[in-house]
T-cell receptor, first 112, second 116 residues
């Protein structure tokens, strides 16, 4: 019930294309869903986050889509750039605690 | 600049040796966390602390120990009981509002631990 499943494990996209990363969760108590971006040798940095009272949140080229009934959420990167090449992690937590449960990560490569 | 400082960046451990990883934050955050990162396994929670002098085990606490004597510091000791310690260790912190969560976690740049 604590797991967050993330796919794909790796993704290669051409510059200007759309990158899509998917996550699924089991615990219906989760109510906070952040995405983190990690560059090699660095710690993850918060990219964007969503709560289940909305179905979509957009910040610049990054959009989270959330499907509460399916218990799934996804990250869309529009107009992908080589500088977006990094590892992306989805995560989830619930209101009564501060622990985050992370997905396994997706290594994104954007070719020029 | 406010942030989280982890040291050292690289650390080598001999068999049977305990090693301590440092994590210091000047963000005035209440909560601090230690994660272990292995390829293809995401981040797994080792220990976390929501307040000084208190901490809780995460999902993979065996072979590790922590202390939280000061708000800004949360050192992690990898003991000789941890038989597979080679990994990238990440420290994080967040504001902790009593009884609630959902606050962004800010991460340091990690310590890479290897076995000699």
């Amino acid at each position: 019930q604590q797991q967050v499943k993330q796919s794909p494990q790796s993704l290669i996209v051409q510059k200007g294309g759309i990158s899509i990363i998917n996550c699924a969760y089991e615990n219906t108590a989760f109510d906070y869903f952040p995405w983190y971006q990690q560059f090699p040798g660095k710690g993850p940095a918060l990219l964007i986050a969503i709560r289940p009272d909305v179905s979509e949140k957009k910040e610049g080229r990054f959009t989270i889509s959330f499907n509460k009934s399916a218990k799934q959420f996804s990250l869309h990167i529009m107009d992908s750039q080589p500088g977006d090449s990094a590892t992306y992690f989805c995560a989830a937590s619930w209101t009564s605690g501060s622990r985050l449960t992370f997905g396994e990560g997706t290594q994104l490569t954007v070719n020029p | 600049d406010g942030g989280i400082t982890q040291s050292p960046k690289y650390l080598f451990r001999k068999e049977g040796q305990n090693v301590t990883l440092s994590c210091e934050q000047n963000l005035n955050h209440d909560a601090m966390y230690w994660y272990r990162q292995d390829p293809g396994q995401g981040l797994r929670l080792i220990y976390y602390s929501q307040i000084v002098n208190d901490f809780q085990k995460g999902d993979i606490a065996e072979g590790y120990s922590v202390s939280r004597e000061k708000k800004e510091s949360f050192p992690l000791t990898v003991t000789s009981a941890q038989k597979n310690p080679t990994a990238f260790y990440l420290c994080a912190s967040s504001i902790h509002i009593g009884g609630g969560g959902n606050q962004p976690q800010h991460f340091g740049d990690g310590t890479r631990l290897s076995i000699l």
